[in-house]
Nanobody, 125 residues
Framework: QVQLVDSGGGSVQAGGSLQLSCIASGYTSERLCMTWFRQAPGKEREGVATIDFDGMTRYAESVKGRFTIAKDSAKNTLYLQMNSLKPEDTATYYC???????????????????WGQGTQVTVSS
């Protein structure tokens, strides 16, 4: 079991920045994929960025060059630094975790069993 608590959301103007955090507890020594997802009203949950236990990262095309995923293993904390925010980034953001079983971490929501409670990000134009 892995417990996740995410935080750091808020309201910013377009072009602004926010940093999300996700504190993990439980079986954090597992070889985990840690991923940020987001879900806007009326839309499906989509993967934003993922990082595996070796530090390899992948990003959705829509956020490449603007968002950075990182982790501090000593603090069991996952981060998402979001820069140059756009109104279309408005969503509830969730951190998620799952054991890595393939060659890399996938960003498909149905593969993940452990979820944070979500934190709201609102970007105004």
């Amino acid at each position: 079991q892995v417990q996740l608590v995410d935080s750091g959301g808020g309201s910013v103007q377009a072009g602004g920045s926010l940093q999300l955090s996700c504190i993990a507890s439980g079986y954090t020594s597992e070889r985990l994929c840690m991923t940020w997802f987001r879900q806007a009203p009326g839309k499906e949950r989509e993967g934003v960025a993922t990082i595996d236990f070796d530090g390899m990262t992948r990003y959705a095309e829509s956020v490449k060059g603007r968002f950075t995923i990182a982790k501090d293993s000593a603090k069991n904390t996952l981060y998402l630094q979001m820069n140059s925010l756009k109104p279309e980034d408005t969503a509830t953001y969730y951190c998620a975790a799952e054991k890595k079983t393939g060659g890399y971490c996938y960003m498909d929501a149905y593969l993940y069993n452990y979820w944070g409670q979500g934190t709201q990000v609102t970007v105004s134009s």
